[in-house]
């Protein structure tokens, strides 16, 4: 049973300012819960109803369990179809990026990405292809946003995202630096060598004109079809490919 | 302005049991809305505001328009941020397949997608690689689904798009057929030829099993890092580059 406050609290963290207000968030279903509990991520209470048995997560460590109602679990979640088992998680501290860490490895940088699909896809999407770090503009959307969290099926619980003033950022990183842009060279003769950071414009104007002068190599997904553009989080997939397909050469 | 009947029959064609009774679906925003005047489809009407001037979309043939408050396109709009301009388009007779109209090139194949935003994202992503043939089973989710037009973004006035009996069709089908899958071969050292076809399934299932059974080249984009899966989407969009990059060896 949630008491009326609780349920006002759980709903303020579908927005962002109450998110930051109360240093938490909101993961919605099993796999992703049972992801973030195997990763650094704290969780503070798991809400479930009588449809799920909590004992099945083998989740141990200082976690509230409280059964709800279907009716209150509703009330709190940011779904359409609801999947009987929600947790509320803190927000860690924002990581300090540390730049040796992008030695020899490949990062994603997001220069003002809106939509949360987008970034939540982008985010499993990395995941995927072992690709550990995102490194986002001030602006880009904020990953714990319902709908960010729930489209990055849990790999949100395992890549490292960090919020950068990005021009400054690019300035003083001493690493390859890939963009995506509509003018570039061919990306599949593109040699991406062994490091670096591939940047990601924004969805309706690309990368900002201050960004484009940082970026050292400009790279075009080229087009043999009409379409106006890529969506932006199938455009970093297919750059997340073609880094990864150099190994398996 | 329009009436109470009219608002209640556009409204009702966001479901699909009414664009069928009707043949007829809705297209809105401005650069949708030129690509669907410039393809085969009939445009019966265009609803705009004050805030658009329609004599800047340079149509003709036998299109209304009828200039409407705001207040009233967005009560008939499917979206949250309504764009000034929404046509009436004529559903077209589903198109009959033509086996001889898939040689040389290839096509994607959609078994059982059920996301609207996935499959409109499938469509554009196709019409930027020059693929323009997308075969679905009876049960993909329709495309005239104003979550999928709006994904399109326009691309779905270009890309022919088949609703078949799947089994029946790649039973019958003289082409080379490469299925997405967990544990096939690797998708970089994948030799795809000059024509085939694509099977990509459904986002919760994968292929269904008299699927795979059809499909002779199982191929697996390989995971180097730790997500479960990838959006069908994403995936999608990897098997185009592959394909096409062939091309630009």
Redesign the interface.
Known sequence: MLSKSQISFLKSLQQKKFRIEHGAFIVEGY?SIVDFANSAYSIVTIYYTNAIDPKLLKLSGKINFNEISLTDLEKISSLKSPQDIIALVKIPDWPVLNASSLKNKFAIVLDGIQDP?NIG?II?????????HIICSADTVDVYNPKVVQAT???LA?VNIYYVELTHFLKDIKLPIFGAALDGS?I??TDFGNEGLVVMGNEGNGLRPEIIDLVQHAVT???????????V??AT??FC??I??N???
Do not use: Q
């Open positions: 796999k699909g896809t499993r999407t990395a995941d995927w292809f072992g690709i550990n099926m849990g790999s395992r061919n599949y003769k997904i080229p087009r043999t079809g009409r379409a106006e553009s890529l969506n989080g199938i997939a297919i490919s073609e990864k397909r190994s398996y050469k």
